[in-house]
Nanobody, 125 residues
Framework: QVQLVESGGDSVQSGGSLRLSCAAS????????MGWFRQAPGKKREGVAG???????TYANSVKGRFTISQDNAKNTLYLQMNSLKPEDTAMYYC???????????????????WGQGTQVTVSS
């Protein structure tokens, strides 16, 4: 019910920065939380960062201190500022939105119902 389109992915050198954006449309008011997930070749998709509508955030240990998730509800846009990028951050990054049914985990994909197509981030050493 919510359409999501990511942008901002690129190829950068280790230590560089990127800012990913996720434009949401449709019934955006129905989403209780949003998040960023990533999937590298040969690996399962993992939660990177999540944010509740009230601004509460959580991050995967691997990106704490380097990534920052934020949202602009007026513009229906989600962001992921990525600093000090490492080759291990190379992956397809996905934006997701979820509706709470009383219980959820921001970094677990099973609790999200809407997904974007993804944007590629490649970090070279």
């Amino acid at each position: 019910q919510v359409q999501l389109v990511e942008s901002g992915g690129d190829s950068v050198q280790s230590g560089g920065s990127l800012r990913l954006s996720c434009a949401a449309s449709g019934y955006t008011s129905s989403s209780d939380y949003m998040g960023w997930f990533r999937q590298a070749p040969g690996k399962k998709r993992e939660g990177v960062a999540g944010i509740r509508r009230d601004g509460y955030t959580t991050y995967a240990n691997s990106v704490k201190g380097r990534f920052t998730i934020s949202q602009d509800n007026a513009k229906n846009t989600l962001y992921l500022q990525m600093n000090s990028l490492k080759p291990e951050d190379t992956a397809m990054y996905y934006c997701a939105a979820g509706i709470s049914r009383g219980f959820y985990f921001l970094l677990v994909e099973d609790y999200y119902n809407s997904w974007g197509q993804g944007t590629q981030v490649t970090v070279s050493s």
